[in-house]
Nanobody
Framework: QVQLVESGGGLVQAGGSLRLSCATS????????MGWFRQAPGKQRELVAE???????FYGDSVKGRFTISGDNAKNTVYLQMNSLKPEDTAVYYC????????????????WGQGTLVTVSS
């Protein structure tokens, strides 16, 4: 069963905006930290943004002031609003969940989504 499902990726021109969403499986009860990572071709995966307990947010230096992460605790859903996109933001964006509690007291350290491609044209 797929636990994290990303949506909202696509092709956008530089300066444009996109909003990514990450929905979770219905068997997930709570998540301590949710976030977004990205991986560009030939580069390592890097942290974009994360939100802890639905309140505290952290951002990678390259996206500060342009991207905003938000969450819906009741739905265990996280969003990433990306503004002023640049060609260097082109990457596959992955949803990440840390310290996940599922039904029947099943706790897992982390989960990853399958990724959604964001392409920013110049």
């Amino acid at each position: 069963q797929v636990q994290l499902v990303e949506s909202g990726g696509g092709l956008v021109q530089a300066g444009g905006s996109l909003r990514l969403s990450c929905a979770t499986s219905t068997n997930i009860i709570s998540i301590h930290t949710m976030g977004w990572f990205r991986q560009a071709p030939g580069k390592q995966r890097e942290l974009v943004a994360e939100i802890v307990n639905g309140v505290h947010t952290f951002y990678g230096d390259s996206v500060k002031g342009r991207f905003t992460i938000s969450g819906d605790n009741a739905k265990n859903t996280v969003y990433l609003q990306m503004n002023s996109l640049k060609p260097e933001d082109t990457a596959v964006y992955y949803c990440h969940a840390q310290d996940v509690l599922r039904r029947f007291r099943d706790r897992v350290p982390e989960l990853w989504g399958q990724g959604t491609l964001v392409t920013v044209s110049s």
